[in-house]
């Protein structure tokens, strides 16, 4: 594809030959046909030693990234152009409408003619699939689900009864939506499983990753907001609600009944207990447990940096006897109290 092309479709400003480009490639291993970009200042260095034919640069860095033989296209954010050009160069296979044979479909289930059913697909009852759905092999949608447009499921996506998922939605492969939420009652000498009759409702553009849980509701339904992108390996108990435009990063997990505000973030192996709110636009750190509200927007951490065993360990028997040290501490702040107050009475 010619850089005038990527211009007309993108927008940007060219500086340089109009060159082919076949591919895109990382800053450092980037070769005379390829395009690649400059974000972070810190990759100046490989900036100077890079090959690539064509650098996506912010008009700022222009100096820097000038080279012979190099065309540059110069935009406000050189990473988010970067992702549109990746798009651009790697359009989704043509849809192939229509239900593979070896599909086992209700036959009061609804599919739109333009969408595309692969083989050992399964649709219950009153299944609901609307216009250019992509459902790959062994995807499973119990009784009442309901799809909207454009919704693509990968390999071995279940989604149970009466789930809702929205336009523009993409499911990874091993996902489960709509699972029974961890609803259990104390019974003399036993758990009394408590029936999850809610449902899990997914808006529209949302994106979520491999191998992640989201559990109905007990009553009410979990929500997945519009424009919210969920991770890998992530789990998102019963009642919860996720908010706009927030993004999740694996491995994180999110007891019932918690509710995450628009816009926010979350690093991987973040761990949230139940029952919480977190406030709109807040970022919290990998690995961080957050056992209260967040009411504040803010960055949040809490996770203790690395360090050697050997370090750790004399910390942790510091940490052990941290009580003693802070009862010594008020014990000393109320003699040195004590000595002043003499001080004062003596003059």
Same mark, same amino acid.
């Given at each position: 594809m010619k850089l005038s092309e990527i211009i007309r479709h993108l927008g940007g400003e060219?500086?340089?030959?109009?060159?082919?480009?076949?591919?895109?490639?990382?800053?450092?291993?980037?070769?005379?046909?390829?395009? $690649?970009?400059?974000?972070?200042?810190?990759?100046?260095?490989? =900036?100077?030693?890079?090959?690539?034919?064509?650098?996506?640069? +912010?008009?700022?860095?222009?100096?820097?990234?000038?080279?012979?033989?190099?065309?540059?296209?110069?935009?406000?954010?050189?990473?988010?152009?970067?992702?549109?050009?990746? $798009?651009?160069?790697?359009?989704?296979?043509?849809?192939?409408?229509?239900?593979?044979?070896?599909?086992?479909?209700?036959?009061?289930?609804?599919?739109?003619?333009?969408?595309?059913?692969?083989? =050992?697909?399964?649709?219950?009852?009153?299944?609901?699939?609307?216009? +250019?759905? +992509? =459902?790959y092999p062994g995807v499973v949608l119990g009784d009442g689900v309901v799809l909207g447009d454009d919704v693509t499921l990968y390999p071995n996506v279940t989604i149970y009864h009466g789930c809702h998922i929205g336009h523009r939605v993409a499911i990874h492969s091993g996902t489960v939506i709509g699972a029974d939420g961890f609803g259990l009652a104390w019974d003399k000498d036993h758990w009394f499983k408590i029936p999850q009759t809610g449902r899990v409702v997914i808006e529209d553009d949302v994106?979520?990753?491999?191998?992640? $849980?989201?559990? +109905?509701?007990? =009553?009410?339904?979990?929500?997945?907001r519009a424009g919210a992108k969920?991770?890998?390996?992530?789990q998102i108990a019963h009642n919860c609600e996720i908010g706009e435009h927030t993004a999740i990063a694996g491995c994180t997990g999110i007891a019932g009944s918690s509710k995450i505000g628009a816009r926010c973030t979350l690093g991987g192996a973040?761990?949230?207990?139940?029952?919480?709110?977190?406030?709109?636009?807040?970022?919290?750190?990998?690995? $961080?447990?957050?056992?209260?509200?967040?009411k504040k927007a803010d960055n949040y951490a809490s996770s203790y940096p690395m360090s050697t065993a050997k370090d750790w360990m004399a910390n942790a028997v510091h940490l052990r006897h941290l009580d003693r040290l802070v009862d010594r501490v008020k014990l000393l702040e109320k003699e040195l109290s004590q000595i002043k107050n003499k001080e004062g009475q003596a003059e």
């Open positions: 060219l500086i340089g030959e109009d060159r082919e480009i076949v591919k895109l490639a990382p800053l450092s291993s980037a070769l005379a046909d390829e395009i $690649t970009f400059l974000a972070n200042p810190k990759y100046r260095r490989e =900036l100077a030693l890079s090959s690539a034919s064509c650098v996506i640069v +912010r008009a700022d860095m222009l100096d820097e990234a000038a080279a012979p033989g190099r065309s540059l296209i110069v935009t406000a954010d050189p990473y988010l152009y970067f992702a549109r050009v990746a $798009t651009l160069l790697n359009p989704v296979p043509a849809l192939r409408p229509g239900i593979d044979a070896r599909a086992v479909v209700d036959a009061s289930a609804e599919v739109a003619k333009s969408s595309e059913i692969g083989p =050992l697909v399964s649709l219950g009852r009153g299944v609901v699939v609307g216009e +250019r759905c +992509r =459902l994106e979520v990753g491999a191998n992640t $849980t989201i559990d +109905r509701g007990a =009553l009410s339904d979990t929500v997945i969920i991770d890998n390996l992530v973040v761990m949230m207990v139940g029952h919480i709110e977190v406030a709109d636009r807040t970022h919290i750190g990998g690995g $961080t447990l957050v056992s209260k509200s967040i």
